[in-house]
Structures are given as C-alpha cells and as structure tokens.
C-alpha cells in the first residue's frame, strides 16, 4: 500500500508521475512549461491523460545557471497552491533537495518531496517528517547536486543502490516520515554512466524485493540515447521500452513526459500480467 496525501493505491497499481517544470532551461522542454500559465495547462493536460501524480520542479537537474533556494520558492510555491486549487484529487509533488524548499512547498499543499540527489540536504527528511509528506530516496552516488558523473566507479552499482536507498528509506521513517509514503528510486544517470544505468534496469526486481516501491525515472534520458545512439527528441520507444520492462519487473510510479504513450504501456503490462482486465474482449466470445 503506498499513501501519498490523501489518496492511497494499491501495490498492484501502475501510477504515472508526470513532469512538469518551471524552469527556463529544462533539458526536454526547453522551457515550455515556465510560464505560470503555460505550466497551468500541462497540469491539466496530463491529469486528464491519467497521471496520478505530478511532479514540479524549479530548478533543473543538469549543470546551469546558478539558481538560490529563494528563486526557487519563487517558481514552485505560487504555482502548488494554484494546483492544489484546481486539482484536489491530484497528488502534488515537488522535486527539490534543500529543505528550505520542501518546508515552503508542504505549507502550499505539496503531498510528496522528490529528493533526486539522495540526500544531499539531510534536513528534508525531517522537513517530510514534519507535515507528513511522502519521500522519495533516490540514489545519486554521492554526487554534488546538478554536476554529472566522471569516471564513477562501483564494485557493484545495484549493491550501492540498495545500501543507499534503504538507508536514506529508513533514516526518513526513523524521523517520523511516514512507511507507506516512503518509496526508493535507483535514479537512471545520477552519478551512473550508461552501463551502470541498464544495468539497474536488468536488476531492478532486485529493490522491488526490498518491500519499499521503487520509482524509476526514466524519461529520454540520456542512458536510452546511448544505448540506441539517438538524439533527444527520438528517444520515445526506447524509453517506454524500458517503461514496460521495468513495470514487468515490479515497478509502481514512472515519471514520464509523454502520458498518453505510458499510460496505454503501463495499462498494457497490467493486462499481461492480470492485474487489470481488458478495456474489452470480445473476440472468440460471440
């Protein structure tokens, strides 16, 4: 069972946490979604498409212009309340690293913090613990937010996620974060290079043992550019490639920019493995 804000899902269900960020610079949208309003209609757009969960941030997560914890407040508080407003039922969550910005955003009505840079800033968690926010514990390999890996090296990647991850997952509920609003991410290209990325992928039932649910971040990014040697804006079928080999292995929230392509991959591995019915079947029953 994993509850975030007032919604709860059951561990059999495959949930989309769509991204949506208000920053001028963003890796795949280049900015399409920072102004207020602009960001306001992708919100609905993607809720209508079926994502669960919306994931906001201020500040992008490749090297760039420096951006303060007050510019980033500035970008992302304003613009929860707003969603929090207009879409009750939608889960809220906000991918950032400093405490000073999960305080402001749980005080708007945030249910979840993305921490992608695994703990860089251990005050968040405390910051969760405090409004009862869900957490996610994402392994970065200790990097320093926004710098990419260089010539990073593990005697064995999966074994350091899985320390990581579980230990930031049980400092968090530790410090009154609650269980079930907990979940790990392996964190695809944070402080990994391109093998190491697969091959958490090729192991990832291996968090799914854990108990904690496992988010993967998969979205064009640059592991699945590599291993098709594809451009940006062609990395869609690779992506939801490993969306669909990652749902089969035990995943439960996918964060993703194209909805409508995820969700039908998402509903499609749920048929197969029978936990959701067909939308119909007809054939061979007249």
Known sequence: MLRLGRHSF?????????????????????????AFDKALDRVAEVAAAGAEIVDIGGVKAAPGDEVDPDEEIRRTVGFVERVRADHPDLVISVDTWRHEVGRAVCQAGADLINDAWGGHDPKL?????????????????????????HRIRYDDVVADVLARTVGEAERAVALGVPRDGVL??????????????????????ELVAT????????SNKDFVGEALDLPLDQRLLGTLATTAVSAWQGATVFRAHNIPETRQVLDMVAAIRGSQPPRRAVRGLA
Request: glycine content about 12%.
């Open 10 to 34: 059951g561990s059999d269900q495959l949930l989309i946490m769509a991204i949506v960020n208000r920053t001028p610079d963003s890796f795949y949208d280049r900015g399409a979604t920072y």
């Open 125 to 149: 968690a405390e910051v969760a613990a405090e409004f009862g926010a869900g957490l996610v514990c994402t392994h970065a390999g200790g990097v320093e937010p926004r710098t990419r890996p």
């Open 184 to 205: 790990i991410d392996p964190g695809h290209d944070f402080g990994k290079n391109t093998w190491h990325s697969l091959e958490v992928t090729r192991r990832l039932a």
């Open 211 to 218: 108990g904690w649910p496992v988010l993967v971040s998969l």
